[in-house]
């Protein structure tokens, strides 16, 4: 396991909604493109998941706004997984995204699964899979979840 996983990301004008807030769809984006690179940088890039014909799709998404952040600012963004079914089919993450001098600007809850993308169906996940969602740094509390009752 990682002791911690964080990527720094700057805001681009790219990024802001119609009010010159960071798009909430923003985050959502960054913490994907976060967990992918996690999975890379283990030996399973994203090319692999296509090859394997499988997915992580969200089953739920809960975002907590509590300070803005703006055009030009590094925000860094952590990844702690705190909630996983014994087979893996059902997980649960959870982002923090942390401005400049440290504070928590928003945190993201995220509950998903992974999918075979022919029968999009639940999948059982590969030991190789399995042995890299080990490795994500975990949150003091994780919650054991039930697995999804019908596989593939």
């Known amino acids: 396991m990682v002791d911690e996983y964080a990527v720094t990301y700057e805001i681009r004008w790219s990024d ?41 799709v969200y089953v739920a998404i809960e975002a907590r706004f509590y300070r803005e952040v703006t055009v030009g600012e590094t925000i860094t963004i952590d990844y702690v997984l705190t909630g996983l079914s014994p087979k893996a089919t059902r997980w649960k993450v ?32 590969s030991p190789e899979l399995m042995a890299i969602i080990e490795r994500i740094p975990r949150a003091k509390q994780v919650e054991v979840m039930r697995d999804v009752r019908q596989l593939g």
Do not use: Q
């Open 94 to 125: 959870r982002h923090d995204v942390l401005k400049a001098n440290g504070k928590r600007a928003v945190s993201l809850a995220i509950e998903g699964t992974v999918l075979d993308l022919n029968s999009r169906r639940v999948v059982p996940l």
């Open 16 to 56: 802001l909604d119609a009010n010159g807030h960071v798009n909430y769809s923003t985050y959502i984006d960054a913490t994907a493109d976060l967990r992918y690179r996690f999975f890379a940088e283990h030996g399973f890039p994203a090319e692999k998941f296509l090859e394997m014909g499988i997915g992580a």
